[in-house]
């Protein structure tokens, strides 16, 4: 093969970024947003929120990244104000789903009950199950009412970049009996020609001794068909394996899937009808 490895520059990361979001079928030119929303007891402490971004890549979708009730509030409706509060925003910014992950011991029967469907499903290796789940906005469901609303005596509100990490420090600490942390190493790279060309690049990220995720790969479209991808995929999956990973991870669209499947990923679910008139998949490879 005439082409070398190299390393990744950041313009060149976000060359790779650009160029597949033009890929991507669009039903909007949308842009991204970030929502936080808290809400606060008497003494002005966050006892709940969430991180949401709306208008993600070009179909309007919002995806639920943090949601997070404190210990001492919970079962009194908090979430589901929480929930209702990220679905209206949504709604308002014309998102037609919302889409969420969570793990078999946190609130996927929560997520159900507000009308969430699951979608994905992946048995980890320390023993717990993650769930990506779907709401479609547009099909008419009845909403869910706990059946203890004191939580109703405080408000839902926009938080801040303060806020957000008392949420994720809030979420970190209940997590951290189930799951360990782990360090993150990059794989960030490319192909270039003999006369120093960029041709194809990865973008990809390992959990020590737990997973991978290939986050993008761009190949140059007069070069496609040359196996320039697919010596990339596999340069990606053996850093993985060489930090200790056991499974790499990716999601993919109907113009792009068969790709990966044709180098060995497995689907692990579908999302259908996201973009409009598509699928997108979430897809794996035990390594």
Request: glycine share 8%; hydrophobic share 35%; proline share 2%.
């Amino acid at each position: 093969m005439d082409y070398k490895i190299e390393n990744l520059t950041k313009e060149e990361a976000k060359y790779i970024s650009d160029k597949i979001n033009e890929i991507v079928p669009r039903e909007v030119d949308a842009d991204e947003e970030l929502f936080i929303l808290k809400i606060e007891n008497e003494n002005a402490e966050i006892i709940g929120g969430c991180i949401a971004e709306a208008y993600e890549y070009h179909w309007p979708r919002m995806f639920i990244d943090t949601l997070w009730v404190d210990e001492r509030y919970r079962h009194h409706g908090i979430g589901s104000m929480i929930i209702r509060e990220a679905e209206r925003i949504a709604r308002e910014k014309g998102c037609r789903v919302v889409t969420l992950g969570t793990a078999s011991y946190m609130a996927r029967p929560f997520y159900e009950k507000h009308g969430y469907m699951v979608f994905t499903t992946l048995k980890k290796q320390n023993g717990y199950i993650s769930y990506s789940l779907v709401k479609y906005l547009d099909k008419n469901m009845p909403e869910y009412v706990p059946s203890n609303n004191s939580g109703a005596r405080f408000n839902v509100t926009l938080g801040n970049d303060d806020d957000a990490h008392v949420i994720q420090n809030g979420i970190a600490a209940y997590s951290e009996a189930y799951e360990q942390e782990y360090e993150k190493v990059g794989f960030y790279k490319k192909l270039v020609d003999i006369d120093g060309q960029f041709a194809a690049g990865v973008i990809a990220e390992v959990d020590k001794g737990a997973d991978s995720f290939v986050d993008a790969l761009f190949v140059e479209e007069p070069l496609r068909l040359q196996g320039l991808g697919t010596y990339l995929l596999k340069e990606t999956e053996e850093f993985a394996k060489e930090n200790g990973a056991h499974m790499i991870l990716t999601n993919a669209g109907d113009w792009n899937v068969d790709f990966f499947r044709k180098n060995g990923y497995l689907l692990r679910g579908e999302l259908k009808d996201v973009p409009e008139g598509h699928s997108c998949y979430e897809l794996y490879k035990k390594i």
